[in-house]
């Protein structure tokens, strides 16, 4: 299966899925909205400021709909580790 291919899957699983974010099919993520989960996720992972830069390029471009809704899955996900971590007694 080459590239584009795998990138159109996910695309159309992210379409019929219905994703479980509270945001309906359809209605594209703010950026704004994006901007707080990327920070979310740089805070958690610690990530490069370069490498946050290149994901806010994806954010932005062709196929924005697409990864700012990943990227708002994945905040989500680190909001629920953050919290389920924070608890616990090392």
């Given amino acids: 299966m080459n590239m584009n291919s795998r990138k159109q ?5 992210v379409k019929t899925e219905g994703s479980g974010i509270s945001n309906p099919q359809g209605v594209e993520t703010r ?5 707080a989960d990327l920070q979310i996720i740089r805070a958690f992972f610690g990530m490069s400021t370069n490498r946050m830069q290149n994901i806010w390029d994806l954010c932005r471009g062709d196929d924005r ?4 809704q990943k990227i708002a899955l994945l905040a989500e996900t680190t909001r629920t580790m953050r919290h389920r971590t924070n608890g616990r007694v090392s």
């Fill in 65 to 68: 709909g697409f990864y700012r």
């Fill in 31 to 35: 950026l704004s909205d994006t901007a």
């Fill in 9 to 13: 899957d996910a695309r159309s699983q």
